[in-house]
């Protein structure tokens, strides 16, 4: 038998997030700060898939994999400002003030998971974007490879225009705002 269980964050909870993700706009230029952020995501990550959490937190530590995805994916292409405000939001899994630590049994995960669930809501649309332009780059390997033709040929000039078309997209829809709540991880 499954459980919901609904809470409310309140603003004060949610600013506290928001002020570490400040906090990282403002670091996240070096690459030794960027690397740190991406090795503790990853091992958030390869946590979720290892211990024995509950369902509701690795299923929400699992997310993040994407977004470390499409900072690093070279066809996507994002800007380095993009890449920044996701790695801006990242920042959280790096940081020493974690509001439950990491090594309490049952629950030391948990604000990592409500964490993440933020993140994943407030980056939606550059998620279903990029997950789109996934789907779009394997059925077009698998139609060239089908037609004897090589994926690998005149890749980036096929890549280039259906990327074209997401990224203005995803752009827009950025600019059209959350539609979860005021509060904003992005720097972009």
Known sequence: M?????????????QRFQDIVEKAKSAISDDQIQAKVEAAAIEMIEQAR???????????????????NMVNDEEWQLSEE????????????CDPEDVIPDHIPGIGFLDDAI???IIIRELDSEI???????????????RR???????F???????????SVLHSLMR???RGGSKISPWRTRSF
């Open 2 to 14: 499954s459980l919901d269980i609904t809470f409310t964050l309140s603003d004060e909870d949610l």
């Open 50 to 68: 290892e211990a024995e959490l509950p369902q509701f937190i690795s299923d929400r530590l699992l997310q993040l994999e994407v977004l470390l």
């Open 82 to 93: 993009e890449q920044q405000g996701i790695l801006s939001a990242l920042f959280y899994f």
């Open 115 to 117: 964490y993440a669930e």
């Open 128 to 142: 279903r974007t990029y997950n789109e332009f996934c789907q779009f780059r394997i059925a077009e390997e698998n």
């Open 145 to 151: 490879r089908n037609k004897g033709i090589d994926p």
């Open 153 to 163: 040929v005149s890749r980036e000039d096929w890549l280039a225009d259906k990327r």
């Open 172 to 174: 827009e829809r950025r």
